[in-house]
C-alpha cells in the first residue's frame, strides 16, 4: 500500500502561485503514473493533472490547462503541481495518488490533502 504526503498548500490572492508538493513511499514509485486531484467543499473531488510514470505524458483538466504544470522526480519519490495565475475556484482540498493512466482511477487511498485558498 502506497502512502502519499502532500503540503505546500496555503492562502494567495488571485493571480498568485502555490507549489505543492507530494512525497509518496511504500511502492516502487518510478513505476507508477501519478496524479493530482482536487475537492472543493460541497463537491466531489476531481481530476486535476496526471503524469506517466517516465513523465513524458503529462495530462491536465481544461480548467487548469495553461495555468499547471505537472512534474516529478523520480530520484526523491516526489511530485509536484506548480499552479500559476490561480482562481478563486481553485479553492479546494488538494490531494496526490498514483493512478491507472487511462482513466486515471486512484490505486491508493487518499492522503490527508493540503488546502488551497484563493482570494478575490
Known amino acids: 500500500q502506497v502512502q502519499v504526503l502532500e503540503s505546500g498548500g496555503g492562502l494567495v490572492q488571485a493571480g498568485g502561485s502555490l507549489r505543492l508538493s507530494c512525497a509518496a513511499s511504500?511502492?516502487?514509485?518510478?513505476?507508477?503514473?501519478m496524479g493530482w486531484f482536487r475537492q472543493a467543499p460541497g463537491r466531489e473531488r476531481e481530476f486535476v493533472a496526471a503524469?506517466?510514470?517516465?513523465?513524458?505524458?503529462?495530462d491536465y483538466a481544461e480548467s487548469v490547462k495553461g495555468r499547471f504544470t505537472i512534474s516529478r522526480d523520480n530520484a526523491k519519490n516526489t511530485m509536484a503541481l506548480q499552479m500559476n495565475s490561480l482562481k478563486p475556484e481553485d479553492t479546494a482540498v488538494y490531494y496526490c495518488?498514483?493512478?491507472?493512466?487511462?482513466?486515471?482511477?486512484?490505486?491508493?487511498?487518499w492522503g490527508q490533502g493540503t488546502q488551497v485558498t484563493v482570494s478575490s
Open positions: 495518488a498514483p493512478i491507472r493512466l487511462g482513466d486515471y482511477a486512484p490505486l491508493s487511498s
Open positions: 503524469i506517466s510514470s517516465s513523465g513524458s505524458r503529462r
Open positions: 511504500g511502492r516502487t514509485f518510478s513505476s507508477d503514473a
